[in-house]
Antibody, heavy 123, light 108 residues
Framework: EVQLVQSGAEVKKPGESLKISCQGS????????IAWLRQTPGKGLEWMGI????????KYSPPFHRQVTISADKSVNTAYLQWDTLKASDTAIYYC????????????????WGQGTLVTVSS | EIVMTQSPATLSVSPGERVTLSCRAS??????LAWFQQKPGQAPRLFIY???TRATGVPARFSGSGSGTDFTLTINSLQSEDFAIYYC??????????FGQGTKVEIK
């Protein structure tokens, strides 16, 4: 079964750092783009960035550039989303998702999603 | 950034009815349009891509149409499991790809 499994919910204080994960299984992890998305009641669903695990090529959506770091370790079939300094406004559900087809260029169609990771940032 | 606008925000319907959801893009996205279904506590699920291609496992009562700036998701004979929020998403222009704000299909 093709699936993405994300790490568990986190509760953090403003200013702390955090790294959440997304592990793929049931397919050749390196060959499919992985995206990270944010969902909040106010702004809805937003694309944060995408990564190609084979060579770690990464593309960020402008609002998230330099706000987060997206990385991948193909040896353990895992992608990561990292914050160095969390803010209360980072409180959200974060999803990872897999591109529908193998491709060296992202198509933009993501059919396999992780279960989501709730991140709560509060003092 | 391409803005996706969905209408209506909420649709109250009875099981068995036919439902039409609309999605409009602020500029042409060709046929690079996807539809997702999301139920409470779950991740979004891809239903339609390429404006009209059903994803794996999606029932035939779901159909998508449109190109350019105007798109429609039609659900024929609504079933109880179809009550959810539906989002459209353009993937014609990165960065960024963008979602609409969603249409909630609720029981009348």
């Amino acid at each position: 079964e093709v699936q993405l499994v994300q790490s568990g919910a986190e509760v953090k204080k403003p200013g702390e750092s955090l790294k959440i994960s997304c592990q793929g299984s049931g397919y050749t992890f390196s060959n499919y783009w992985i995206a990270w998305l944010r969902q909040t009641p106010g702004k809805g669903l937003e694309w944060m960035g995408i990564i190609y695990p084979l060579d770690s090529e990464t593309k960020y959506s402008p609002p998230f550039h330099r706000q987060v770091t997206i990385s991948a370790d193909k040896s353990v079939n895992t992608a990561y989303l990292q914050w160095d300094t969390l803010k209360a406004s980072d409180t959200a559900i974060y999803y990872c998702a897999r591109e529908i087809d193998m491709a060296t260029l992202p198509l933009g169609v993501f059919d396999i999603w992780g279960q989501g990771t709730l991140v709560t940032v509060s003092s | 950034e391409i803005v996706m606008t969905q209408s209506p925000a909420t649709l109250s319907v009875s099981p068995g009815e036919r439902v039409t959801l609309s999605c409009r893009a602020s500029q042409s996205v060709s046929s690079n349009l996807a539809w997702f279904q999301q139920k409470p506590g779950q991740a979004p699920r891809l239903f339609i891509y390429g404006a009209s291609t059903r994803a794996t496992g999606v029932p035939a009562r779901f159909s998508g149409s449109g190109s350019g700036t105007d798109f429609t998701l039609t659900i024929n004979s609504l079933q109880s499991e179809d009550f959810a929020i539906y989002y459209c998403q353009q993937y014609n222009l990165w960065p960024p790809w963008t979602f609409g704000q969603g249409t909630k299909v609720e029981i009348k």
